[in-house]
């Protein structure tokens, strides 16, 4: 395995940010509305935002799981604790009746296909 698919090449280690919610069925639309807003502005411009996916349970559709992938920990943890970042966000936090957020640092991965 080389550095790289360790993910402990030069400079900090990528990270991963997970964050576990539930939205009531009769939000979801708001929910996914807010998603996309905040998506799109954060893939345009935050500094180190690599990637990110909504996912829905295949067996609880108020189950929701939102992963983003960024440069570093250190480059979430700064646009986390930006004004700009609650105030995206607080659309999409007001459909949520539960949360759990979760962060790790990507230590190893599959090569990326040529």
């Known amino acids: ?22 939205v009531p069925v009769d939000r979801t639309d708001d929910f996914l509305r807010a998603y996309e807003a905040v998506r799109h502005l954060v893939a345009d411009g935050v500094p180190g935002h690599l990637v990110d996916q909504v996912c829905r349970s295949a067996t609880d559709p108020e189950q929701w799981l939102i992963t983003s992938e960024w440069a570093s920990l250190t480059d979430f943890e700064a646009w986390e604790r930006s004004p700009e970042h609650r105030d995206l966000v607080r659309p999409m936090r007001e459909c949520f009746t539960d949360a759990r957020s979760l962060r790790f640092q990507v230590y190893a991965q599959t090569p990326v296909p040529a």
Do not use: C, H, K, N
């Open 1 to 22: 395995m080389t550095a790289i698919e360790r993910g402990d090449g030069p400079g900090p280690q990528r990270g991963r940010v997970v964050f576990l919610v539930r």
